[in-house]
């Protein structure tokens, strides 16, 4: 993840705590070598590798063996680097789609092993810093783009039959991020700014800017349809390129109905520093998981108030929440050494850990 004007919790890489103040030994050996990669109960763990060096990768974890089948699935596949800074994946059936930014790409595999789709077309070339891919259909797709620093972004409509773009939409807003798709639109989180474009899916075209609170990262969708997102604040600095409370701005969560997205619901977090991000939902869709101010919080989706207490006492590079047992996993990313990720139960009691590659943030599961 990079960025050179978002909130830390939304785009710069921050030096997490070191692992051994969770007094929690690793489950898997310093080397790990693949082994066949099941068919079922796998996670794959997206991870970014340095910047500027092709080294992003996909782990695969298996839930029932309780291993690491693969640090690095898609070149085991493939004999090839998957690219330079690898930010996402999508899953739309067995085709799995792994967004991969500095390369200007997403390459499309088969799951669970990664290898190349057998397709005439097996990577989705024409994009300007590709970040998120959601799916309306096993035909359409949508994909957000940076498409340079400090401009407008875009949302790329993609044909999955031919894996070609077909359409380019330009965004009212810098660096979008994170999308979900419901009730017939697209609703994109531009991160750059305090707004949340609206695309018509049936026309793929903008219908709406809907201003929310600055830095918006992170959407997700609950049982009821509504659509929650997560507004990090902006983050300032002093003359010495540390944080300034003074100046930066509180996150934000706001949550509305699609078919009326101006009336909604807004929660404003207490802190101008605690840059709140990663919003997730668990299997049921009704409880909330997010980190803010160096913790993981869980809230339920009929909450009125934000929590104050966090259910895990510390901060995460990445996150995500099984949805068949509601384990939750955390990410956790040294600069020079290979990133982790640590289970937890529902109840937040650690559970095992794992290495992976570097910078991971994100898990899929499958």
Not at 273 to 293: N, R
Request: aromatic letters at 10%; hydrophobic letters at 40%; proline letters at 5%.
């Amino acid at each position: 993840m990079f960025s050179k004007f978002l909130s830390p919790a939304a785009g710069i890489r921050v030096a997490l705590l070191g692992f051994s103040a969770l007094a929690l030994l690793s489950c898997d050996p310093e080397e790990t070598q693949p082994e066949p990669v099941q068919l079922t109960n796998n996670v794959f763990i997206v991870n970014e590798g340095n910047f500027n060096t092709p080294n992003g990768a996909v782990s695969i974890f298996n839930t029932a063996s309780k291993k690491v089948t693969d640090v690095d699935a898609f070149k085991t596949a493939n004999a090839r680097p998957l690219g330079d800074n690898v930010q996402s994946m999508a899953v739309v059936d067995t085709v799995g789609y792994v967004v991969v930014t500095q390369s200007n790409k997403i390459e499309v595999v088969r799951l669970p092993e990664l290898k190349s789709a057998k397709r005439a077309v097996k990577t989705i070339s024409g994009l300007k810093k590709p970040r998120y891919f959601a799916a309306l259909s096993n035909q359409k797709a949508y994909v957000t783009e940076w498409v340079d620093y400090g401009v407008n972004g875009r949302l790329s409509v993609i044909d999955l039959t031919t894996n070609t773009v077909t359409k380019s939409i330009a965004l009212r807003g810098e660096a979008p991020e994170q999308l979900v798709i419901a009730g017939g639109k697209v609703f994109v989180a531009n991160s750059g700014s305090n707004t949340v474009s609206v695309i018509n899916t049936a026309t793929d075209t903008e219908e709406t800017l809907l201003t929310v609170g600055d830095a918006p990262n992170s959407l997700t969708v609950d049982q009821n349809g509504r659509v929650w997102v997560l507004c990090g604040g902006f983050a300032g600095y002093t003359p010495n390129y540390e944080i300034d409370p003074a100046t930066s701005t509180k996150g934000t969560l706001y949550s509305f109905l699609p078919a009326s997205p101006t009336t909604v619901q807004r929660l404003e977090f207490a802190s101008t520093v605690g840059f709140p991000g990663h919003l997730q939902i668990d299997g049921s869709k009704s409880q909330l998981y997010f980190i803010y101010s160096k913790g993981v919080y869980r809230m339920s989706i009929n909450d009125k108030a934000l929590p104050t207490t966090p259910l895990i006492r510390r901060s995460f590079y990445g996150l995500g929440i099984d949805p068949k047992d509601n384990t939750v996993y955390g990410s956790v990313a040294p600069y020079t050494t290979a990133g982790r990720f640590i289970r937890f139960q529902s109840t937040g009691a650690a559970i095992d850990s794992f290495t992976v590659g570097m910078f991971p943030n994100g898990f899929i599961f499958y």
